[in-house]
Nanobody
């Protein structure tokens, strides 16, 4: 079974930094785009950053210049480096991946369980 596991969340003061990681496990034939989303209580889930298999990136306007998405293909891991954090960044952050899974032979979208990021004084 394919699993995505996020880590690195926690409580940080405004202006601080965190690095989120998302590791993909399972029998994967091909890992296409990987994406970070976030959802605050009572709000919609927003796309934060994405990275394709050819390393093209895209960001939510409000995080440009502060967040950096990267991937390590050898480890099947995507990262989100978050600097200059603001209270408005508080949310559960979810990792997703577009994967060609060996067992099914099909491309599907998979999600992690989420990791809480809280930015507060």
């Amino acid at each position: 079974q394919v699993h995505l596991v996020e880590s690195g969340g926690g409580l940080v003061q405004p202006g601080g930094s965190l690095r989120l990681s998302c590791a993909v496990s399972g029998s994967i034939f091909r890992n296409n785009a990987m994406t970070w989303y976030r959802q605050a209580p009572g709000k919609r889930r927003d796309l934060v950053a994405s990275i394709t298999d050819d390393f093209r990136t895209d960001y939510l306007d409000s995080v440009k210049g502060r967040f950096t998405i990267s991937r390590d293909n050898a480890k099947n891991t995507v990262y989100l480096q978050m600097n200059s954090l603001k209270p408005e960044d508080t949310a559960v952050y979810y990792c997703s991946a577009e994967l060609l899974v060996t067992s099914t032979g099909k491309v599907g979208h998979y999600w992690g369980q989420g990791t809480q990021v809280t930015v507060s004084s």
